[in-house]
């Protein structure tokens, strides 16, 4: 038990806690016209169904594009695929010019050689069995496990998800796929997506236009669509530095924080943090400075993640800290509880990061909001979405401030 502040707090909690008798909530059932600004509804190649699924912490969309069915497990993934359509359709009318076309039949050659010669692991092949998200507000009593050594690998190797193998066999081809991924990289930037995104469709017409743009010659000016929302955004050291170099200086980073080796690699491996998530959640812990404990979140989320809504999950963890200690004062210190991390200040008050879109009141957060283990005599719940009503008023009873959608200042 972590034991922070006068004893006497952790009895009053409790008996606070004991008191609430309010029972879980079901899954809320939401509409997307009623959660959503009109941008990410519908546009011209798009359309958001309105019935949401919710598990009483995310909400899942579905988006039908002109391009394809796109599902969407989270408000962040919904503005990272709409942003993607967009993109989509950008390419899809550079692809119909005679120039493209000539540009892509002369990189044909180069394009073969390298399929043939590099491993590849095509966007699409790496999927994960959807969880839900209350599985990481169970048993936050525990503490986690330290090392990560046994970090489970959602897929063994060293790839990034939504990035080809680097392993070349011949140096002419590790050249034409260096020189290619640059060019597509270059193209992501102009249309302001990930070009590591797990979006197939997207993926493959990032490949094309990175062959023709390096071993055709291709070159067209082109305007970059509107960004919507602030999820999808992306660090600009993901556009200019291949993977290898972003890892190099992520790995330095760790290392600084005192991220043991065996951590730093099972992290750094972790396909589910692709170069942008990657760099998202350093920067975020990295900001912390000099907060204690930091290497236990970096061990924790290359453990846990396992899919790209769990990374997505951790990149917003990290960065509600970090907004924390940007507007309302340090952490000190970061404390890894069995599935989740939180943050304490000098004074030992709990900041508890919840990084999801619509929390209601289920059994594993009113087993939270009583948890001996977080008792302090100040304790906030940062959220990056919102909470039920009910959800409100119980934490409040048990003695939690709540401060909802922080990631939006």
Do not use: C, H
Not at 18 to 32: C, G, K, M, Q
Not at 204 to 215: F, Q, S
Not at 386 to 399: D, F, H, I, Q, R
């Amino acid at each position: 038990m972590l034991r922070t502040g006068p004893r006497l707090v952790v009895p009053a909690i409790l008996l606070a806690a004991s008191a609430l008798a309010t029972s879980p909530e079901p899954a809320p059932s939401l509409r997307a016209a009623d959660i959503l600004p009109p941008a990410l509804l519908s546009g011209p190649n798009f359309k958001v169904d309105d019935a949401v699924k919710s598990d009483g912490y995310m909400t899942a969309f579905v988006v039908r594009s002109d391009f394809g069915e796109f599902p969407a497990g989270s408000r962040e993934m919904l503005e990272v695929r709409v942003n993607e359509v967009a993109a989509i359709a950008k390419l899809e009318d550079v692809s119909k010019s005679e120039v493209f076309a000539k540009s892509l039949g002369a990189a044909a050659e180069k394009k073969a050689k390298a399929v043939a010669n590099i491993a590849t692991n095509p966007v699409g092949t790496a999927k994960a069995v959807p969880q839900s998200m209350g599985r990481f507000f169970k048993k936050v009593g525990a503490k986690s496990k330290e090392a990560a050594g046994d970090a489970k690998d959602a897929v063994a190797g060293d790839d990034q998800a939504g990035a080809k193998s680097t392993e070349a066999q011949a140096g002419d081809t590790a050249k034409d796929v260096s020189g290619m991924s640059k060019a597509r990289r270059q193209w992501a930037a102009k249309l302001a997506v990930d070009p590591y995104t797990t979006n197939a469709v997207l993926a493959k017409k990032l490949d094309d236009i990175g062959w023709a743009a390096y071993a055709g010659g291709f070159a067209m000016n082109i305007a970059t669509p509107p960004v919507v929302g602030t999820a999808a955004s992306v660090n600009n050291m993901v556009w200019e530095l291949p993977p290898e170099d972003i890892a190099k200086r992520n790995d330095a980073k760790l290392q600084a924080m005192g991220v043991s080796e065996a951590d730093r690699k099972a992290f750094l491996k972790n396909r589910w943090f692709t170069p942008g998530l990657q760099t998202a959640f350093v920067a975020a812990l990295e900001s912390l400075a000099p907060a204690k404990g930091r290497e236990t979140a970096v061990a924790l989320a290359a453990r846990q993640a396992q899919s790209e809504d769990d990374a997505r999950f951790y990149r917003r963890t990290a960065a509600l800290l970090a907004r924390y200690r940007a507007t309302a004062g340090p952490i000190t210190s970061v404390q890894a509880r069995r599935r989740v991390f939180i943050g304490r200040n000098a004074s030992g008050a709990v900041v508890f990061p919840v990084g999801v879109d619509y929390l209601t009141w289920t059994a594993d957060v009113a087993s939270v909001s009583k948890e001996p283990g977080l008792a302090s005599a100040k304790r906030e719940i940062w959220l990056s979405g919102t909470a039920s009503p009910t959800t409100k008023k119980e934490l409040a009873a048990a003695g939690w401030t709540l401060k909802e959608s922080a990631l939006e200042e």
